[in-house]
């Protein structure tokens, strides 16, 4: 009562706490940062470091070429590296999304999203602009983050591939030391197995990476005799296991058109194939 009293006459009043001040102790559980677009599929990156349910920090990245590493550690030290950037570049001021004033097309967009064992968040985005300093700051958690990609990690390794087509059906599979290619005609019975090198398998891997076709969904346009089924289905070593299923017209869709040039290179011997074909 009389210190209500007193800050009412000297005008005296508990400062007001910033961001800073809820963050400065608190501990990071989930961190991730992209960036990609513009005309080169291959450049930007995708870094993600979360803890885990039984206390460990798995890490996922994805830089340049596109292929993914992924390993899990006990070494919580990544958290309190990124927290100490987000503090000195004021990070937990950015929000909501950033755009150019002009109109830029073929440019890079942004996201990012950290979370505290607090509940606490942070959560932004942008194409081709950002808040004060945001690209040094990215630029510094890259860096930050030089020490860990160094780490060993195992390949998340296709262990069988299925697409189908209309009629056609082609299964790529791991066995041993090699990979086995059946291409089946369901119509008319056509049956042809080809031996094939693993390292169709790490193209098949990187190449449903870089077309962001791991998911799982039926996507159908109307029932019409234009239109062709397609499915694919593929399995991973870690257990992921993905299916897609839709319609396309007589002009092939973006996914059947990738997928098809990937099945045509595969059936070609290695010294003839095309590792751009994505």
């Known amino acids: 009562m009389i210190l209500g009293i007193l800050t009412s006459l000297f005008g005296c009043s508990t400062p007001e706490k910033t961001p800073a001040d809820f963050l400065e102790n608190d501990t990071i559980t989930y961190f991730s940062l992209s960036e990609g677009g513009g005309m080169n599929r291959f450049?930007?990156?995708?870094?993600?470091?979360?803890?885990t349910e039984d206390g460990k920090v798995h890490f996922l990245f994805d830089e340049g070429y596109p292929d993914e590493k992924e390993f899990t550690l006990d070494d919580h030290s990544v958290f309190d590296s990124l927290q100490s950037i987000v503090l000195k570049y004021k990070m937990y001021n950015y929000s909501g999304h950033y755009q150019p004033e002009f109109e830029i097309f073929d440019g890079t967009s942004w996201s990012l999203y950290v979370k505290y064992a607090s509940k606490e968040s942070i959560s932004a985005g942008g194409y081709m602009a950002g808040p004060d300093?945001?690209?040094?700051?990215?630029?510094?958690?890259?860096?930050c983050l030089d020490h860990w990609k160094e780490m060993p990690a195992a390949s998340n390794d296709v262990i069988s591939f299925i697409y189908e087509y209309g009629s056609d059906r082609y299964t790529l599979e791991r066995k041993g030391d090699h990979a086995v290619m059946t291409i089946d005609n369901m119509q008319t019975g056509e049956h042809q197995v080809l031996e094939r090198e693993l390292d169709v398998l790490d193209d098949l891997r990187i190449f449903m990476n870089v077309n962001k076709l791991k998911m799982n969904q039926t996507r159908r346009g109307d029932l019409d005799p234009g239109y062709t089924l397609w499915t694919y289905e593929i399995i991973y070593s870690n257990g992921d296991h993905y299916r897609y299923e839709s319609y396309d017209s007589n002009f092939r869709c973006g996914y059947t058109e990738a997928l098809q040039g990937f099945i045509s290179n595969c059936m070609k011997e290695k010294e003839e194939r095309n590792h751009f074909y994505y």
């Open 133 to 143: 300093g945001y690209w040094a700051a990215f630029r510094e958690i890259r860096q």
């Open 43 to 51: 450049s930007g990156f995708a870094y993600q470091i979360k803890e």
